[in-house]
């Protein structure tokens, strides 16, 4: 699959400023709404699957995710950042639509943060700490947006020939032999 070029930070391009054309923002919105789950690509890092919400904010729609703190690890994450982004066919399971986003921290307190955490909590599954979470979010994790930037790098029509597989990570982990 081909990866995009990062550039070294937000302004260093102009394609990180540009909102996605228009059939394409409503693909992504439709996919990300139906499908609860991402793989996030931070540069430099292994790409990450996480559970996120689609939610539109001050009539900018992104994917919110939940970070640290006893939630889903994403190494790397940063404000400011510029990820890339896959989602899956919730019909299919398969490759729907890649695109940029910009990261963006979303502050505990703010109207963002107030609008945002309950539909988070909400969607949330299996939560340990029941009705305390939002309490543990604000102190222990971090809430990101991450808005869609530029074109799609994939969609229907337009995929790399390549699978998207990545190669097993070696680690301490074995298979029993028989």
């Known amino acids: 699959m081909t990866r995009p070029q990062y550039p070294a930070s937000p302004s260093s391009s102009s394609v990180a400023t540009l909102p996605p054309a228009l059939p394409d923002a409503a693909l992504v919105e439709e996919a990300c709404k139906k499908s609860g789950l991402l793989w996030v690509a931070v540069p430099g890092m292994r790409d990450r699957l996480v559970w996120h919400v689609w939610q539109e904010v001050a009539g900018v729609g992104a994917a919110y995710l939940v970070t640290g703190g006893g939630e889903q690890n994403v190494p790397g994450l940063s404000n400011g950042q510029l990820v890339r982004v896959t989602v899956r066919s919730k019909d299919k399971g398969g490759r729907l639509a890649t695109w940029s986003g910009m990261v963006g921290r979303v502050e ?56 998207g597989a990545a190669p097993v990570q070696s680690g301490p982990g074995t298979t029993r032999r028989r």
């Open 108 to 163: 505990p307190g703010g109207a963002e943060w107030a609008e945002v955490v309950p539909t988070l909590h909400a969607k949330r599954l299996n939560a340990r700490d029941g009705e305390a979470q939002p309490d543990r979010w604000t102190a222990h994790s971090v809430v990101y947006r991450i808005v869609p930037q530029g074109p799609l790098l994939e969609g229907p029509g337009r995929f790399a020939k390549a699978s």
